[in-house]
């Protein structure tokens, strides 16, 4: 026999002898909870995403649970939330209605409107506020109760039940122009939110109002072991759903378990950081594979999957459906969820150009939005940085928009946005600024769609490469 078939059969042998051995128990540990890391951080996004949000508010502000945070001019880059929309003004709440029922008091659309959802802390839609809400612009007392509460429920209120002792509030002070005067109005009209326990209904106290503008208020998702220290906040703090619950045995796996204390040796830290950059990357390679188009041939797609969007809607009622994947990549980009998705607003995203090719902010790019567009209100473009799906670091301004002061429009009626690192001579009103060291996604607008958009009468074209 030859010396080469030799060390072949003596590599066999030992090769078979590994085999029937199988794996040492540590081994097996270690892939055990790196799997099970993998697929709990793509379950858990919705819930850390909103508990990241919270914990922003409380490091970041003075704010606090069952208070607002508002934002009182359109926010810029030091808002690291996921995709905001620097065309209107934020005002936000964190509720816990865990002492008891929690009431939220939207005012009338005279002088103003909000456009807003009340979600859990799973992020599932509980109600929409405002004329396109449950209240239809009459304003209304938004009334949230407890999981499983039983007691009596005062008339004159639009009740929402949740299944979780946490969630938060949306809610969008519309803006007609970036005039000062109409930041201000909207700012004020905000301000005529109430939230309170629905024991003070009597006499309300005060809502207490905390302005977060211009502070670095960062809930950008961490792909790293922090990750899990937010979901097991989440675990001990919320009930487990039914449609969770097998997820108990899959957490305590990792070390997560209700009622005891989460404090990974430093081992398992990195297990749970190799294990959150792998669920990173099959989420972001999700996103990269595209979402399904709203217009066959252009690149545009709406920023949630329909089946997503019909689960939430449903609450995830259909026992054969459970669309966690669709679910972890949609609140990698974004937060809140929408019960009336079309009517209040309406978003489209895109990361490729014409040619498919991924936005470089070392590039110039033109969209040119067709005239009459189909909203109500406004629509918007705004850039944001692939990597986090933020706000671009240290940009002087994240969008454009129909609102936007002096922006001009073609002979046409259309209007040309230009995304690059400089201005094109004279385009300064129509120009979005980017980072050349980085890539950037878009998202587009709509409030108060209208039937154009979804007949496919108006259709907004793929944005163009017009120089490198």
Same mark, same amino acid.
């Given at each position: 026999?030859?010396?080469? @078939?030799?060390?072949?059969?003596?590599?066999?042998?030992?090769?078979?002898?590994?085999?029937?051995?199988?794996?040492?128990?540590?081994?097996?540990?270690?892939?055990? @909870? +790196?799997?099970?890391?993998?697929?709990?951080?793509?379950?858990?996004?919705? %819930?850390?995403?909103?508990?990241?949000?919270?914990?922003?508010?409380?490091?970041?502000?003075?704010?606090?649970?069952?208070?607002?945070?508002?934002?009182?001019?359109?926010?810029?880059?030091?808002?690291?939330?996921?995709?905001?929309?620097?065309?209107?003004?934020?005002?936000?709440?964190?509720?816990?209605?865990?002492?008891?029922?929690?009431?939220?008091?939207?005012?009338?659309?005279?002088?103003?409107?909000?456009?807003?959802?009340?979600?859990?802390?799973?992020?599932?839609?509980?109600?929409?506020?405002?004329?396109?809400? %449950?209240?239809?612009?009459?304003?209304?007392?938004?009334?949230?109760?407890?999981?499983? +509460?039983?007691?009596?429920?005062?008339?004159?209120?639009i009740v929402l039940r949740s299944d979780t002792f946490s969630?938060?509030?949306? @809610?969008?002070?519309?803006?007609?122009?970036?005039?000062?005067?109409?930041?201000?109005?909207?700012?004020?009209?905000?301000?005529?939110?109430?939230?309170?326990?629905?024991?003070?209904?009597?006499?309300?106290?005060?809502?207490?109002?905390?302005?977060?503008?211009?502070?670095?208020?960062?809930?950008?998702?961490?792909?790293?072991?922090?990750?899990?220290?937010? @979901?097991?906040?989440?675990? !001990?703090?919320?009930?487990?759903?039914?449609?969770?619950?097998?997820?108990?045995? !899959?957490?305590?796996?990792?070390?997560?378990?209700?009622?005891?204390?989460?404090?990974?040796?430093?081992?398992?830290?990195?297990?749970?950081?190799?294990?959150?950059?792998?669920?990173?990357?099959?989420?972001?390679?999700?996103?990269?594979?595209?979402?399904?188009?709203?217009?066959?041939?252009?690149?545009?797609?709406?920023?949630?999957?329909?089946?997503?969007?019909?689960?939430?809607?449903?609450?995830?009622?259909?026992?054969?459906?459970?669309?966690?994947?669709?679910?972890?990549?949609?609140?990698?980009?974004?937060?809140?969820?929408?019960?009336?998705?079309?009517?209040? !607003?309406?978003?489209?995203?895109?990361?490729?150009?014409?040619?498919?090719?991924?936005?470089?902010?070392?590039?110039?790019?033109?969209?040119?939005?067709?005239?009459?567009?189909?909203?109500?209100?406004?629509?918007? %473009?705004?850039?944001?940085?692939?990597?986090?799906?933020?706000?671009?670091?240290?940009?002087?301004?994240?969008?454009?928009?129909?609102?936007?002061?002096?922006i001009q429009k073609n002979a046409d009626g259309s209007i040309?946005?230009?995304?690059?690192?400089?201005?094109?001579?004279?385009?300064?009103?129509?120009?979005?600024?980017?980072?050349?060291?980085?890539?950037?996604?878009?998202?587009?607008?709509?409030?108060?769609?209208?039937?154009?958009?979804?007949? +496919?009468?108006?259709?907004?074209?793929?944005?163009?490469?017009?120089?490198?």
């Amino acid at each position: 026999m030859s010396k080469a @078939l030799i060390v072949a059969a003596a590599v066999l042998l030992m090769t078979a002898e590994a085999w029937a051995q199988g794996p040492s128990a540590e081994e097996l540990a270690s892939r055990n @909870l +790196h799997r099970r890391a993998v697929e709990a951080m793509i379950w858990a996004m919705p %819930a850390v995403n909103a508990d990241l949000m919270l914990q922003a508010m409380e490091k970041s502000t003075k704010a606090k649970v069952n208070e607002i945070v508002y934002w009182s001019k359109p926010v810029n880059w030091k808002n690291q939330t996921l995709t905001p929309n620097p065309d209107s003004i934020y005002f936000m709440s964190f509720w816990n209605v865990k002492d008891g029922p929690v009431v939220i008091e939207i005012p009338p659309a005279q002088g103003g409107s909000i456009a807003g959802n009340i979600v859990t802390v799973w992020q599932m839609p509980l109600e929409d506020a405002g004329p396109e809400g %449950a209240d239809r612009g009459q304003g209304g007392k938004y009334l949230i109760l407890p999981p499983g +509460h039983t007691g009596q429920v005062p008339a004159g209120y639009i009740v929402l039940r949740s299944d979780t002792f946490s969630g938060f509030a949306l @809610l969008r002070s519309n803006l007609a122009s970036h005039a000062e005067a109409d930041v201000a109005k909207s700012v004020a009209y905000g301000k005529r939110i109430k939230i309170y326990p629905l024991a003070n209904a009597k006499e309300p106290p005060p809502t207490n109002f905390n302005d977060a503008y211009d502070v670095l208020f960062d809930s950008t998702i961490p792909y790293d072991a922090r990750f899990y220290r937010s @979901l097991d906040r989440v675990v !001990q703090a919320e009930p487990w759903l039914d449609r969770d619950r097998v997820m108990i045995d !899959q957490l305590r796996s990792i070390g997560i378990e209700k009622g005891k204390p989460f404090d990974p040796d430093q081992k398992t830290v990195a297990v749970l950081d190799d294990a959150a950059r792998e669920a990173h990357a099959l989420l972001s390679q999700r996103y990269d594979a595209g979402f399904p188009e709203i217009n066959p041939g252009i690149r545009w797609f709406p920023a949630a999957m329909a089946e997503m969007v019909k689960a939430a809607q449903n609450g995830y009622a259909d026992p054969d459906a459970y669309p966690v994947d669709v679910r972890g990549v949609t609140y990698t980009l974004g937060f809140t969820g929408i019960k009336r998705i079309g009517t209040a !607003q309406f978003y489209l995203m895109v990361s490729k150009d014409k040619n498919g090719e991924s936005f470089d902010g070392s590039a110039t790019y033109c969209l040119t939005v067709p005239a009459n567009a189909p909203v109500k209100q406004y629509w918007s %473009a705004t850039v944001y940085d692939r990597e986090t799906h933020a706000l671009v670091h240290n940009m002087p301004s994240a969008s454009r928009a129909s609102i936007s002061p002096g922006i001009q429009k073609n002979a046409d009626g259309s209007i040309d946005v230009f995304f690059g690192p400089k201005a094109p001579d004279g385009k300064e009103a129509n120009w979005v600024p980017t980072d050349p060291s980085r890539k950037f996604e878009l998202l587009f607008r709509l409030y108060g769609p209208e039937k154009p958009l979804f007949d +496919h009468t108006w259709k907004l074209p793929d944005v163009e490469k017009v120089s490198r």
